[in-house]
């Protein structure tokens, strides 16, 4: 008992020694840790969409932020809302062009679902996605891009515009063809 005594003997005893400067610093410390990590796991989570939506539209409501709810409401009331809807509309834009996919080993796949940033007159509105499509051959080769706007259903082949129908540039300057080489380069892509 002597040992114990001088041992503690000007400092806290085992039992009575909240009082002390390092106790109460030690306690704030364990409080503020503590509040922190209550505030980190209370906290909604902030999801990366690396500007595709399309990893989204498949879980569940629960797991989504509100704003990530809201994007995948609206592309699911929208008249393209699903993936299998693009590929529908790119097919049936592409069974009229047969300079688009004209070849048996192609295959078509929905890659993104990305946010259209300002209006594209008679495509989409800058509150639409729009679903893009890659047309590729078996050993994944890229033929075509398409994007189909949700708002409107509209297909927009993107690249290249059409693999017959390609703008090349001549030698000729353009002072020496002058108003005509628009013309021209514009017909070349019809």
Same mark, same amino acid.
């Given at each position: 008992?002597?040992?114990?005594?001088?041992?503690?003997?000007?400092?806290?005893?085992?039992?009575?020694?909240?009082?002390?400067?390092?106790?109460? %610093?030690?306690?704030?410390?364990?409080?503020?840790? &503590? #509040?922190? *990590?209550?505030?980190?796991? =209370?906290?909604?989570? /902030?999801?990366?969409?690396?500007?595709?939506?399309?990893?989204?539209?498949?879980?569940?409501?629960?797991?989504?932020?509100?704003?990530?709810?809201?994007?995948?409401?609206?592309?699911? %009331?929208?008249?393209?809302?699903?993936?299998?809807? &693009? #590929?529908? *509309?790119?097919?049936?834009? =592409?069974?009229?062009? /047969?300079?688009?996919?004209?070849?048996?080993?192609?295959?078509?796949?929905?890659?993104?679902?990305?946010?259209?940033?300002?209006?594209?007159?008679?495509?989409?509105?800058?509150?639409?996605?729009?679903?893009?499509?890659?047309?590729?051959?078996?050993?994944?080769?890229?033929?075509?891009?398409?994007?189909?706007?949700?708002?409107?259903?509209?297909?927009?082949?993107?690249?290249?515009?059409?693999?017959?129908?390609?703008?090349?540039?001549?030698?000729?300057?353009?002072?020496?063809?002058?108003?005509?080489?628009?013309?021209?380069?514009?017909?070349?892509?019809?």
């Amino acid at each position: 008992m002597a040992i114990w005594r001088q041992t503690y003997q000007g400092h806290c005893r085992p039992l009575n020694c909240w009082g002390t400067p390092i106790m109460r %610093t030690l306690i704030s410390c364990v409080i503020a840790v &503590a #509040l922190l *990590a209550w505030k980190l796991i =209370a906290a909604e989570p /902030v999801i990366d969409t690396s500007g595709s939506y399309l990893p989204f539209l498949d879980l569940p409501k629960e797991k989504l932020s509100t704003e990530l709810q809201k994007v995948v409401e609206s592309v699911k %009331t929208s008249k393209v809302p699903s993936t299998r809807e &693009a #590929l529908r *509309a790119v097919l049936s834009f =592409a069974d009229d062009r /047969v300079d688009y996919m004209g070849r048996a080993d192609i295959g078509v796949g929905a890659n993104t679902l990305l946010p259209v940033g300002r209006e594209v007159l008679g495509f989409a509105s800058a509150s639409d996605f729009v679903w893009v499509v890659h047309a590729t051959t078996m050993d994944k080769k890229l033929l075509q891009v398409f994007y189909v706007s949700t708002g409107t259903g509209k297909v927009l082949p993107v690249f290249p515009e059409a693999p017959t129908r390609t703008v090349q540039r001549t030698g000729a300057s353009r002072s020496a063809q002058g108003t005509n080489s628009t013309s021209s380069a514009t017909d070349s892509r019809r």
